[in-house]
């Protein structure tokens, strides 16, 4: 079955280091997000991208970068974690020209 | 930009009993309003969505209304079951980009 995980599910690093969160879809679809969870926030918006080779920031990109290398991978890195990047992340996906988008299980990252 | 508005934040109510979540969207814009679920420990699952040029849909137990001129919608859960208990979000979206409300914990009380 078509799905879309995410890799590692928790991760613990330390401030300063680079860390690298995977999503990888095998639906076919055009459009990739990323997201990050915390209370009181819902789900904010990091990066989008509507395409292979195609990025956009979002809402809350600061720190973070994603890259677009073929359809069914939008890696997201963070160059210098930080305490403040603690959260919970979420990568999904849609079809071109849909609304609709479908989510991985998350990945739990802590920054010590 | 978009800012989405959600209350509850929490919601307690009696198995068999309704709920109601409202929201509230800024951007006349915005056409496409989702309803996710969201279960301990996993991504977000779409359960119903409207879009602008509809007033209401439904789905078995769970409809969604819209008021464009007031700019607000609201996710109705009839007849709660155990099985409902989660987080539920609202967005608002335009060009595919979805703008999320804070959540609203329901539960259901047995």
């Known amino acids: 079955d078509a799905e879309i995980t995410q890799s590692p599910r928790h991760k613990i690093t330390e401030t300063g280091r680079q860390v690298t969160l995977a999503c990888h879809q095998t639906w076919n679809h055009n459009n990739m997000f990323w997201y990050r969870q915390d209370l009181g926030h819902g789900l904010r918006l990091i990066h989008y991208?509507?395409?292979?080779?195609?990025?956009n920031k979002g809402e809350v990109s600061d720190g973070y970068s994603v890259s677009r290398s073929n359809t069914e991978d939008l890696p997201l890195t963070l160059e210098s974690a930080a305490s403040s990047q603690t959260s919970v992340y979420f990568c999904?996906?849609?079809?071109?020209?849909?609304?609709?988008?479908?989510f991985g299980p998350g990945t739990r990252l802590t920054v010590l | 930009g978009e800012n989405v508005e959600q209350h509850p934040s929490t919601l307690s109510v009696q198995e068999g009993d309704s709920a109601v979540i409202k929201c509230t969207y800024s951007d006349s814009a915005s056409n496409y309003f989702p309803w996710y679920k969201q279960e301990l420990g996993k991504g977000p699952q779409l359960i119903i969505d409207?879009?602008?040029n509809v007033g209401e849909k439904k789905d078995q137990r769970i409809a969604v209304t819209l008021n464009k001129t007031a700019k607000h919608f609201s996710l109705h859960i009839t007849e709660t079951q155990p099985e409902d208990s989660a987080v539920y979000f609202c967005?608002?979206?335009?060009?595919?980009?979805?703008?999320w409300g804070a959540g609203t914990k329901l539960i259901i009380k047995p």
């Open positions: 999904a996906s849609s079809p071109a020209g849909s609304d609709e988008q479908f």
């Open positions: 967005a608002a979206s335009s060009n595919y980009q979805l703008i």
């Open positions: 409207i879009r602008s």
């Open positions: 991208s509507y395409g292979v080779q195609d990025t």
